[in-house]
């Protein structure tokens, strides 16, 4: 078996751990309260005034809107999947460090590509299912609060909105890696995510649904890479923060030759060190 693959299987889930705490209460009620203002207070305003927005604000939604198309974001990480897959198998014993940094560069992109993917999936068959009005579309006919329900057309498929949950996503994953800059992270997804609402193609609320539906899902998918030892432990608050994936490479190292000498492995120092 690759060195690649060894690791991974070695990377069993921690079965007799508790799940975290997910703070998905706070979470819920917040994001339910923000949705329901927004289709309450900003949709109607927002959807007849669209058509007569600033040339600048136009041209800035226009320029920004396709940021949260998945499609590059899903090459980008398979491409790094790959790359660091060939740069942890190529590597030798003398490459501890590349290796290492290669087994966290491919389970990172696998959790962003499986971060965008299943959060896409998700919520293309939400909105379809729900069939909400398009507002650039079907304003003038249906208004904001006109639902079509299993209606699977696109003309019906406003709610959430599917590039505001792919935005979430990104810059989610990115503040989990980052957490320093989390604030800074959060506030480019909404300046990204209010473009949708400017160029006519959702509601307000549909973009704060979306949003949030990407940011829980991204959460959700740290917190299964954690249980599993990979890119992501959960810290005290129950945040997923990333592993130190060199000291878990030298705790290997330290079992692997004390099994190749016969040691006990209680003579090694292989307590882990806080917040690894």
Not at 102 to 115: D, E, K, P, R, T
Not at 142 to 154: I, N
Not at 224 to 238: A, K, N, P, T
Not at 242 to 248: F, I, Q, V, W, Y
Request: proline share 5%.
């Amino acid at each position: 078996m690759s060195v690649p693959f060894r690791w991974f299987s070695a990377r069993r889930k921690l079965k007799g751990q508790a799940w975290p705490c997910t703070h998905w209460r706070g979470f819920l009620i917040g994001s339910l309260g923000i949705v329901a203002v927004s289709f309450a207070v900003f949709d109607y305003p927002v959807g007849k005034m669209a058509k007569e927005l600033n040339p600048a604000v136009l041209d800035y939604g226009s320029f920004v809107t396709d940021f949260g198309n998945s499609g590059w974001i899903l090459f980008t990480s398979f491409l790094a999947f790959v790359v660091g897959i060939a740069a942890a198998g190529g590597a030798g014993e003398k490459t501890r460090r590349l290796r290492a940094r290669g087994v966290f560069m491919a389970q990172a992109a696998a959790f962003l590509f499986i971060s965008v993917a299943s959060s896409g999936l998700a919520v293309n068959l939400i909105k379809k299912t729900i069939g909400r009005a398009r507002p650039s579309m079907l304003y003038e006919n249906y208004g904001p609060f006109s639902f079509q329900p299993l209606e699977f057309s696109a003309k019906f498929a406003s709610f959430p909105s599917g590039h505001s949950t792919t935005t979430a996503v990104f810059f989610t994953a990115a503040a989990f890696f980052f957490p320093k800059h989390r604030v800074l992270f959060f506030s480019i997804a909404v300046c990204i995510a209010i473009s949708r609402a400017i160029v006519g193609a959702h509601y307000p609320s549909d973009v704060a649904a979306g949003l949030a539906f990407g940011a829980w899902c991204t959460y959700f998918v740290a917190i299964l890479f954690s249980r599993y030892r990979m890119v992501f432990r959960i810290d005290e608050s129950g945040w997923p923060v990333p592993r130190n994936s060199m000291a878990a490479l030298k705790l290997d190292f330290l079992h692997r030759s004390a099994r190749k000498r016969g040691r006990p492995q209680s003579e090694l120092d292989l307590s882990p060190q806080k917040g690894h």
